[in-house]
Protein backbone atom coordinates (compact mmCIF):
# COMPACT_ATOMS: atom_id res chain seq x y z
CA UNK A 1 0.00 0.00 0.00
CA UNK A 2 1.23 3.79 -0.96
CA UNK A 3 0.97 4.89 3.06
CA UNK A 4 3.82 1.49 3.53
CA UNK A 5 6.31 2.98 1.05
CA UNK A 6 8.16 4.83 3.59
CA UNK A 7 7.98 2.92 6.38
CA UNK A 8 9.03 -0.43 4.90
CA UNK A 9 12.77 0.61 5.98
CA UNK A 10 12.31 0.75 9.56
CA UNK A 11 13.23 -2.14 11.59
CA UNK A 12 11.11 -4.49 12.92
CA UNK A 13 8.41 -2.86 10.78
CA UNK A 14 6.09 -5.69 8.70
CA UNK A 15 3.23 -4.68 6.04
CA UNK A 16 0.75 -6.69 6.39
CA UNK A 17 0.28 -7.31 10.26
CA UNK A 18 -2.46 -10.11 9.64
CA UNK A 19 -0.45 -12.53 8.03
CA UNK A 20 2.86 -12.11 10.60
CA UNK A 21 2.24 -15.55 11.96
CA UNK A 22 1.89 -17.40 8.87
CA UNK A 23 4.96 -15.79 7.26
CA UNK A 24 8.61 -15.71 9.69
CA UNK A 25 10.89 -13.03 10.11
CA UNK A 26 11.20 -10.22 11.76
CA UNK A 27 11.12 -6.93 10.06
CA UNK A 28 14.75 -6.51 9.63
CA UNK A 29 15.95 -7.77 5.98
CA UNK A 30 14.91 -4.11 4.37
CA UNK A 31 16.45 -2.35 7.09
CA UNK A 32 19.45 -4.44 6.73
CA UNK A 33 19.99 -4.31 3.61
CA UNK A 34 18.94 -0.32 3.57
CA UNK A 35 21.73 0.23 6.09
CA UNK A 36 24.50 -1.66 4.65
CA UNK A 37 24.01 -0.19 0.96
CA UNK A 38 23.36 3.34 2.60
CA UNK A 39 26.63 3.07 4.60
CA UNK A 40 28.40 2.11 1.22
CA UNK A 41 27.48 5.44 -0.24
CA UNK A 42 24.03 4.09 -2.08
CA UNK A 43 20.10 4.23 -2.00
CA UNK A 44 17.84 1.74 -1.62
CA UNK A 45 14.21 2.26 -2.53
CA UNK A 46 11.39 1.17 -3.91
CA UNK A 47 10.95 1.53 -7.53
CA UNK A 48 7.41 -0.61 -8.26
CA UNK A 49 5.26 -2.42 -5.96
CA UNK A 50 1.85 -4.38 -6.74
CA UNK A 51 -0.08 -7.45 -5.76
CA UNK A 52 1.97 -9.90 -7.23
CA UNK A 53 5.66 -8.29 -7.67
CA UNK A 54 7.63 -5.63 -5.46
CA UNK A 55 10.83 -4.35 -7.35
CA UNK A 56 13.67 -2.58 -5.63
CA UNK A 57 16.36 -0.17 -6.89
CA UNK A 58 19.99 0.36 -5.85
CA UNK A 59 21.98 3.11 -6.56
CA UNK A 60 25.42 4.40 -6.05
CA UNK A 61 27.17 7.32 -7.10
CA UNK A 62 30.14 6.88 -9.98
CA UNK A 63 33.39 7.04 -8.23
CA UNK A 64 35.42 9.99 -9.37
CA UNK A 65 38.85 9.78 -11.40
CA UNK A 66 40.74 11.71 -8.47
Not at 22 to 40: K, Q, S, T
Not at 49 to 65: G, H, Q
Amino acid sequence: PEEDRERIFRRFYRVDRARSREVDGFGLGLNLAWEIIRAMGGELRLAESSDKITRFEVRWKPESDE
